[in-house]
């Protein structure tokens, strides 16, 4: 059981807008900064989204990140097949003083 | 360009030790933490530990499953940091991957000491370790 929740699956069609949220609590969410991540089998994990809303370049601008309270969001606003993979949100736990991640989230385009 | 190179996984068996080593370049070592991430087979990544910077004291921080039985070092002599894993269990079999924390970025401090990112995507390609008897 991971301390931030995704939900397991999402799915959309090509160009269709497509969320992922992320759930955690007051010591990590709630008091550190979110990132976000793409993982394809047999690669290394992709940086999407640092400090909640920061984009790395050469990271599509449709990708967007949003922090609210306890919970985070991912944001895709216009699906390509290539987005087909699993994310992950990420962050600091103070209580725990550990990173946690999300239990990911596989993204199908239909 | 940014590089990590993890060398050091195989098959051991349950009880055993293994280390792994991973080499960076491409970034100012010295000011990074480093971090290990790991994913099991069907699973999702989990964090390992890490180990701050010589500047922050080169502390470590450890996930609970491997607390007492894994070692995060590092050399910053050799721009490589190693996972020293002991008693290890079957539930340890995964894909083994360094990276940077924040994991996958790179930071370090500027002329005015102001902390400010130097390379994102600061990866490993990831080294497979197997414990099985």
């Known amino acids: 059981q991971s301390v931030l929740t995704q939900p397991p699956s999402a799915s959309g069609t090509p160009g269709q807008r497509v969320t992922i949220s992320c759930s955690g609590s007051n010591s990590n969410i709630g008091s550190n900064y979110v990132y976000w991540y793409q993982h394809l089998p047999k690669t290394a994990p992709k940086l999407l989204i640092y400090?909640?809303?920061r984009r790395p370049s050469g990271v599509p601008d449709r990708f967007s990140g949003s922090k609210s309270g306890t919970s985070a969001s991912l944001a895709n606003s216009g699906l390509r097949s290539e987005d087909e993979a699993d994310y992950y949100c990420a962050t600091w736990d103070d209580s725990l003083s550990a990173w946690v991640f999300g239990g990911g989230t596989k993204l199908t385009v239909l | 360009e940014v590089q990590l190179l993890e060398s050091g996984g195989g098959l051991v068996k349950p009880g055993g030790s293994l280390r792994l080593s991973c080499a960076a370049s491409?970034?100012?070592?010295?000011?990074?933490?480093m971090t290990w991430v790991r994913q099991a087979p069907g699973q999702g990544l989990e964090w390992v530990g890490r180990?701050?910077?010589?500047?922050?004291?080169?502390?470590?921080d450890y996930a609970a499953p491997v607390k007492g039985r894994f070692t995060i070092s590092r050399d910053d002599s050799k721009y490589t940091t190693y996972l020293q894993m002991n008693s290890l269990r079957k539930e340890d079999t995964a894909v083994y991957y360094c990276t940077t924390d924040p994991p996958g970025i790179a930071e370090t401090y500027d002329s005015n000491g102001y902390l400010v990112v130097e390379a994102f995507d600061v990866w490993g390609q990831g080294t497979v370790v197997t414990v099985s008897s």
């Open positions: 491409g970034f100012t070592f010295s000011n990074a933490w």
């Open positions: 400090r909640n809303n």
């Open positions: 180990v701050k910077s010589k500047n922050d004291g080169e502390t470590t």
